[in-house]
């Protein structure tokens, strides 16, 4: 399929034969689904720690009498039933939320991806992106010259200069990232997505 190219200045440049594999598929929701959550779930973290009944720094002395209070009966302070005692199933910070994906998979849900938002009209292909110094307002004015307004934008280059790096890491709603780094979350994330010619081509390697 053929992707229509601009320049750094917002004018049409010469189309881009692109992968229909990657960006021509038919769009898969439980597919793009499974991926996010997967891919949410493996950078989670189990830090989550409680403690058991026999952890909790309680006197194990019998808090009362077992008949004549008119109260449940009760054994010790610690119990899960009372407040400040343990957990029944505590956390024990070393649970795994990870969730197995084959690269097939992850590929494709990728693929369908970068086709809706091709499909949407999402997605931005330019010559090649750079910034002379490392101004945020030069940066800003390069989005607007490419027609994006002040919505949050993703930037995929092949190549990520210092330059570039520099002048966006300011801009709360803007990320930049090379085309290995690309993952499922961001582009979901963002409404426009902004992509380089050459990063096309990288992309098209590693994914299709």
Not at 150 to 175: A, F, K, M, Q
Request: a positive charge.
């Amino acid at each position: 399929m053929e992707l229509k190219v601009i320049n750094d200045k917002g004018q049409a440049a010469a189309s881009l034969v692109a992968s229909d594999e990657l960006f021509g598929r038919e769009y898969n929701e439980d597919l793009v689904h499974q991926v996010v959550t997967a891919y949410m779930a493996n950078a989670r973290s189990g830090n989550s720690k409680q403690k058991s009944r026999c952890e909790i720094q309680k006197s194990t002395k019998k808090p009362f009498a077992q008949k004549g209070t008119g109260r449940a009966r009760a054994g010790m302070a610690s119990s899960p039933l009372w407040r400040g005692g343990g957990k029944i199933f505590p956390n024990t910070g070393e649970e795994n939320y990870s969730q197995k994906v084959n690269r097939k998979m992850y590929r494709a849900g990728l693929a369908a991806i970068l086709s809706k938002l091709v499909s949407d009209n999402r997605l931005t292909v330019v010559e090649s992106l750079t910034v002379d110094s490392p101004k945020t307002k030069q940066f800003v004015e390069k989005m607007k010259s490419l027609g994006l307004g002040e919505g949050r934008i993703l930037v995929i280059t092949d190549n990520l200069d210092e330059n570039l790096y520099l002048s966006s890491r300011n801009l709360p709603n803007v990320l930049v990232l090379e085309a290995y780094q690309a993952d499922p979350i961001s582009l979901v994330r963002f409404p426009s997505v902004v992509v380089t010619r050459n990063a096309v081509a990288k992309m098209e390697e590693m994914f299709a």
